[in-house]
Nanobody, 113 residues
Framework: QVQLVESGGGLVQAGGSLRLSCAASGRIFSINDMGWYRQAPGKQRELVAY???????NYVDSVKGRFTISRDNTKNTVYLQMNSLKPEDTAVYYC???????WGQGTQVTVSS
């Protein structure tokens, strides 16, 4: 089982950027496909990007071209670079396996217009 700690969220103006990090511990991190999820107030949690153990990536249409997911297996860390942020990106962001397993505390991203 992988334990997860997200960080890097904050308040940013529309058009700005943030880089989220997710530090993982526990079972071998490198063999897991990892995803970034988000949950906005009153909405269901959604998967916005994932990266396979081999490094292939996939994105939901609403973030394509703006978000980039990456991983550093030597640091057991997954990143989400978010550019050109929009108010609709406001949410709590979580990383997790694609299972998914138990959730971390997430990190709040707030984009002001």
């Amino acid at each position: 089982q992988v334990q997860l700690v997200e960080s890097g969220g904050g308040l940013v103006q529309a058009g700005g950027s943030l880089r989220l990090s997710c530090a993982a511990s526990g079972r071998i991190f490198s063999i897991n496909d990892m995803g970034w999820y988000r949950q906005a107030p009153g909405k269901q949690r959604e998967l916005v990007a994932y990266i396979t153990s081999g490094g292939s990536t996939n994105y939901v249409d609403s973030v394509k071209g703006r978000f980039t997911i990456s991983r550093d297996n030597t640091k057991n860390t997954v990143y989400l670079q978010m550019n050109s942020l929009k108010p609709e990106d406001t949410a709590v962001y979580y990383c997790n396996t694609l299972g998914p397993g138990p959730w971390g505390q997430g990190t709040q991203v707030t984009v002001s217009s």
